[in-house]
Structures are given as C-alpha cells and as structure tokens.
C-alpha cells in the first residue's frame, strides 16, 4: 500500500536476475523482435524490476502481473488489480528506477556528466535556452540544464505524451525550475541522485 505521495525502487542492472517465466505472451514477443541481445536484456530485467515491484503493492505475484496499453504504447495496471496504481520505469547507466503512486507520475533517470548544452537545444524553448543562458557559472548553468531536461522527460512520460515541447516550458524561479502551463493540474517534481553517477527526475500529482 502506498503511504505517500509515492515510492521509488532503484536497483543496479547486476543485482537483478531476469526471469523470462514472468513474462507474458505478448511481453515474449516483443523481447524477440529486439535485434540485440543487449536490449532484450535489458528489456527482461527492466519488466522482472518492475513486476516485483508492482507485486508488493497488488499483493499478488510477478507472474500474475499483465500490462493494459495506452495509445502511445504506456503500460498500465487495468482494473482487475482493485485499487488504481499507476507507475513508471526508467533506465539508464546501468540502473533501474520504478516510480509508484496513487496518480499519474513519470519517472526519467540521466547520467549527470552525459548532457550537451548545444546538443539539447533543440529541446528547450526559446525562453528555457535564454533562461539556461543566464546562468553564469558553468557548473550550475549544467546542472540547471540537466535537472530541466530530466524534468521535461518526467512530465513528458507522466502525461503520456499528450503534450508537445511546444505546450509547455519552465521558468527558473528562485532557483529552481518551475512548470509554466495552463491547467497544470498541481504536477510537482523531485529531484533524486544516485551517488555522484545519475539523477532522478520524478513528476507526480501529490
């Protein structure tokens, strides 16, 4: 049961053994179609992570657990599971990460040292880029880049890609990013780090 706005699981890719039993029909054909074995392991331990997670909140086994899909291809708990609980999953520099919560979140994972200002630029607005722009110390003008992008992928993976770059864009405020769209709908976001090595984005609705 989910006591909080949400949990949060993170794991190395080592410490998970990937079970091909808990994958469902069509979970087994997807991890087919991948082209290399790299990311049909990493598809494998990706839904292990996830189903083990979700089974400490729907009381059932990992094997029981069957995904819904949206449109966009978001998978989803149908109601068959009793309450509603809705999560997300990320992946990168060899961690995992699942958010869980009683509303739409969104959960994305960068290495910190991985961002190009002048390779993003195609992802921040004009007012982002001038508001990056702004930030006359190199170290924190990185940082404030990183913990946007990984803010936009959270809420782009939160809303289900129901909006654009173009719908929304932040403001930097008092130092720290915050949401500029109409109907916002109260999304909140944390920022997490695993050592020294990745950062967290979370998006939730508390």
Request: aromatic residues 14%.
């Amino acid at each position: 049961m989910i006591n909080k706005k949400y949990d949060l699981y993170t794991s190395a890719e080592d410490s998970i053994k990937g079970d091909l039993s808990l994958l469902d029909g069509d979970e087994r054909k997807r991890y087919k179609r991948f082209l290399t074995d790299q990311k049909r392991e990493e598809f494998l331990l990706g839904r292990t992570f996830l189903k083990h997670c979700l089974s400490k909140h729907l009381n059932v086994s990992p094997k029981q657990i069957s995904f819904s899909y949206t449109l966009n291809g978001k998978p989803y708990l149908s109601s068959i599971y009793g309450n509603e609980i809705f999560f997300n999953l990320s992946h990168s520099s060899g961690y995992f990460v699942v958010a869980v919560a009683k509303k739409e979140i969104g959960v994305d994972m960068e290495p910190i040292t991985s961002l190009d200002e002048k390779k993003l630029k195609w992802f921040l607005s004009p007012q982002e880029l001038q508001e990056v722009q702004s930030i006359s110390d190199t170290n924190k003008r990185k940082m404030a880049l990183f913990q946007l992008f990984t803010m936009k992928e959270a809420f782009i993976k939160a809303t289900d890609k129901n909006y654009l770059l173009s719908d929304f864009s932040f403001w930097f405020v008092g130092n720290e990013w915050k949401l500029q769209l109409q109907n916002q709908n109260n999304w909140t976001f944390d920022i997490k780090t695993i050592g020294n090595e990745v950062a967290i984005a979370i998006c939730y609705q508390p």
